[in-house]
């Protein structure tokens, strides 16, 4: 029905970049909030960046300055650049998205990626 598959991820030295991509498909109405949520092991999830519809953006502390979300709504895409990586960077980075889609009706759905690893070496 609805899908979110994330791309991007990978190994990069610390100071290094990476841009994390999320692309929503399936039978869509409207997407809303659009976020990135990261999990280290042994380690709670963690909001790491959100965008609204309009384009309003809300950061981490931890990444304020560093990453920058955007998204492409006529491409239902959200992006994460990531810049000045950090070894604590290291994480499984998920992708969310508050969706409206058709199924018999309007639906709502809370959407999550299957998620994509960034490593990032000291």
């Known amino acids: 029905q609805v899908q979110l598959v994330e791309s991007g991820g990978g190994l990069v030295q610390a100071g290094g970049s990476l841009r994390l991509s999320c692309a929503a498909s399936g039978r869509l109405s409207f997407i809303n909030d659009m976020g990135w949520y990261r999990q280290a092991p042994g380690k709670q999830r963690e909001l790491v960046a959100v965008i609204t519809s309009r384009g309003t953006t809300n950061y981490a502390e931890s990444v304020k300055g560093r990453f920058t979300i955007s998204r492409d709504n006529a491409k239902n895409t959200v992006y994460l650049q990531m810049n000045s990586l950090k070894p604590e960077d290291t994480s499984v980075y998920y992708c969310?998205?508050?969706?409206?889609?058709?199924?018999?009706?309007?639906?709502?759905?809370?959407?999550w990626g299957q998620g994509t690893l960034v490593t990032v070496s000291s």
């Open positions: 969310n998205a508050d969706v409206r889609y058709y199924d018999l009706g309007l639906r709502t759905l809370d959407a």
